[in-house]
C-alpha cells in the first residue's frame, strides 16, 4: 500500500505562500517567508518538462527558453495576481474534495460532448488518467486536453520563432462541444507570434488568453481557451448548440503554439471549479469508430460524421 507520503501531492504546498502574502500585505514580520512555498507551484511544470525531455518531444534550449518566460511572467501582476487566484482556488478545491475528486468510474457527465472540431486533430496532451493528464496537480486542468493539427510529417507549423509562421491549425474554427448558453466570454487578449520555440508571452493580459465558459447543465461547464483575438462568436447569455463555430483558434495567452484548449468543470469559474472526465460521443480514434469514449494523449481523433 502506498505511503501518505508517496500519495500526498506536494505541489499543494504552494498554498502556503497565501499565509506569506498576507503577512506581507499586513506587515507580519517573519510571515512573508512563507511565500518561498510559491516555488512548489514550478513542480508540475518541471514534472511536465523533464516527461517530455525523456520522450525527446523537446528540442535541446527548450527547457531554459519555456522557464525563462515563465518566470519574466510572474514580475507580469496580470499573471502573477490571477496565479495566486488560483492558488487559492486550488486549496479551495481541495478542502471541498475530501470524498475524492471526479474520475471516470465515479462520474458521468451527463450533457452529450462532442470533439470541439473538424477535421483530424491530435490530442498532443491531456487524458483521464494521471499518467496522460495534462495537469494532474492542478484540479481544474486535471482532465483537460490540448488539441492540434498536424501535417504528413508530423508538424504542427512550418517553422519556428517569433514570426507569424502558419500554424495548421491557427485560425480554424473550434465549436461548441455541447448545446449549452454561455456564460462567460474573454476576448481582447494579444495573439503571441513566438510559434514552436517553447516560449510564453510573459507580457499578456491573461495567461488563459482569449477564452468561453458555456454552461451544459447543472454543475457542468466547458471551458474552451486560447482563442484568436477578436475571433469570439459567443456572447454572455447567448444560446449556443453542438458543432456551431464559437471563434477561431489561436495563440493567445500563454501558449507555445495555436491550439484548442478544452476542459469539463464543475462550476463558471474556473479558479473555483473542479475539472470533470469527459467521455466524448461519436468520434473516430486511430481510425476507430467509438460511439463514446474518453480521448488519450497522442491519439489521432475526428468527429465521426467529418468526411475522411
Not at 12 to 37: H, R, T, V
Not at 77 to 89: C, E, N, R, T, Y
Not at 213 to 234: L, P, T
Request: hydrophobic share 35%.
Amino acid at each position: 500500500m502506498p505511503s501518505i507520503f508517496s500519495r500526498f501531492d506536494w505541489s499543494n504546498l504552494q498554498n502556503l505562500g497565501l499565509l506569506g502574502l498576507a503577512g506581507w500585505i499586513f506587515d507580519i514580520p517573519y510571515l512573508p517567508w512563507l511565500m518561498l512555498f510559491f516555488l512548489f507551484g514550478l513542480l508540475p511544470l518541471i514534472r511536465q518538462l523533464r516527461e517530455a525531455e525523456q520522450a525527446d518531444d523537446l528540442p535541446g534550449g527548450a527547457t531554459w527558453s519555456f522557464y525563462s518566460s515563465y518566470f519574466l511572467s510572474m514580475l507580469n501582476p496580470l499573471v502573477f495576481v490571477p496565479a495566486m487566484i488560483q492558488s487559492f482556488g486550488q486549496l479551495y478545491i481541495w478542502l471541498c474534495s475530501r470524498r475524492g475528486l471526479p474520475a471516470p468510474d465515479t462520474y458521468r457527465n451527463r450533457c452529450t460532448c462532442r470533439l470541439p472540431f473538424r477535421g483530424q486533430w491530435l490530442v498532443a496532451n491531456g487524458g483521464h488518467r494521471r499518467a496522460n493528464s495534462h495537469s494532474c496537480e492542478v484540479l481544474t486542468h486535471r482532465t483537460a486536453y490540448t488539441l492540434v493539427q498536424l501535417d504528413a510529417q508530423g508538424q504542427t507549423h512550418a517553422s519556428a520563432g517569433h514570426t507569424t509562421c502558419p500554424s495548421y491549425c491557427s485560425k480554424t474554427q473550434a465549436r461548441d462541444p455541447a448545446a449549452g448558453t454561455g456564460v462567460r466570454v474573454k476576448d481582447g487578449v494579444r495573439d503571441y507570434q513566438g510559434v514552436g520555440d517553447h516560449t510564453l508571452d510573459w507580457k499578456t493580459t491573461d495567461f488563459r488568453g482569449n477564452h468561453v465558459v458555456i454552461r451544459h447543465g447543472k454543475g457542468e461547464y466547458s471551458f474552451i481557451a486560447h482563442f484568436r483575438q477578436g475571433s469570439i462568436r459567443v456572447r454572455k447569455g447567448e444560446q449556443v448548440e453542438s458543432g456551431q463555430c464559437i471563434g477561431l483558434c489561436g495563440n493567445s495567452g500563454h501558449s507555445t503554439e495555436p491550439h484548442i484548449h478544452f476542459h469539463l468543470q464543475s462550476g463558471p469559474v474556473m479558479w473555483f471549479s473542479r475539472g470533470l472526465p469527459v467521455r466524448f460521443f461519436a468520434f473516430e480514434k486511430d481510425g476507430v469508430a467509438w460511439e463514446s469514449g474518453y480521448l488519450e494523449t497522442c491519439g489521432q481523433v475526428r468527429p465521426a460524421e467529418a468526411p475522411p
